[in-house]
């Protein structure tokens, strides 16, 4: 079998392209992802965002290997004739889009209402996230996210092998960066309302595409950075102000500060001092 064709010049530049489309389309899926591990405990975090990230790959890896599949998927099942004064076709592709995007936009905004307008501790520890629950979760938007990175790669390259190798090479860059991206979010709570906001804006583009109304990626990611540089020169100039406290909605973080509290030592008690007997008179 000639293999010639992997190290031309052709092969190659497709290849580092690819790699860097996949970091770029995977970024909105490394924040979504560490938001969703930042709700466990800091210990389960980075297994939390590991998991996360290899399922992601896993997903990818199986649509490319599913090529035929994803072709059937642009073929409508049905037509909404009242959309685009036109009828609109739509495909399991679109079906899939529209509801990863509706998901993001009620997750997002839910997320954002709770670290604003919740209150801490309204909800008991018991309804805490679970690691199994976030995993879920992650699972369901790495199909979303998935989709369109394969789709992506399809239109590029011809050879699936150079894809699986670009999908994996990105993966593991991934995951080293998605520790200091997590903490960098967790650690300032403005860039973690900037971060739900990009995933509302997501949401809507993807909604937007599973109504064939297409959005230049530049368009987005031209926004996400430019609002990302506006957040950067504003966290310079504050510098080592006091940052913004997001509300927690669980108990866990009441239980914990309360346990703190029982077991810092008591105040001693002042001690009692002996009247002085008052001098009789001579």
Do not use: C
Not at 70 to 86: R, V
């Amino acid at each position: 079998m000639d293999f010639s064709w992997i190290f031309t010049p052709e092969t190659l530049i497709a290849f580092l392209t690819l790699v860097v489309l996949e970091l770029v389309l995977g970024v909105d899926n490394v924040i979504f992802i560490s938001i969703l591990a930042g709700k466990l405990p800091k210990q389960d975090q980075k297994r939390a965002r590991t998991t996360g990230i290899m399922l992601a790959v896993i997903t990818r890896v199986l649509l490319l290997l599913s090529l035929s599949w994803i072709i059937s998927l642009e073929e409508p099942f049905f037509y909404l004739p009242w959309l685009g004064g036109e009828n609109l076709g739509i495909s399991g592709r679109d079906l899939i889009l529209l509801t990863g995007g509706l998901f993001l936009l009620g997750k997002s905004t839910f997320e954002i209402h709770e670290k604003l307008e919740g209150h801490t501790g309204q909800k008991s520890a018991a309804m805490a996230s679970t690691f199994t629950s976030v995993i879920i979760q992650i699972m369901l938007l790495d199909i979303v996210f998935s989709l369109d990175s394969v789709i992506t790669a399809v239109g590029m390259v011809e050879h699936i092998e150079i894809m699986i190798i670009a999908v994996i090479v990105s993966a593991f860059i991934m995951i080293f960066t998605a520790g200091p991206i997590g903490e960098f979010v967790e650690n300032h709570p403005t860039i973690k309302i900037l971060a739900l906001s990009f995933l509302l804006l997501i949401g809507f583009t993807l909604v937007v595409e599973g109504l064939h109304q297409h959005i230049p990626k530049g368009y987005i990611y031209f926004a996400m950075g430019f609002s990302v540089m506006v957040e950067m020169i504003n966290l310079r100039i504050r510098g080592k102000s006091e940052p913004v406290t997001l509300h927690t909605p669980y108990a866990q973080q009441v239980v914990t500060v309360s346990a703190a509290a029982s077991l810092s030592p008591a105040p001693k008690p002042a001690k009692k001092t002996k009247p002085t007997p008052k001098k009789g008179k001579k």
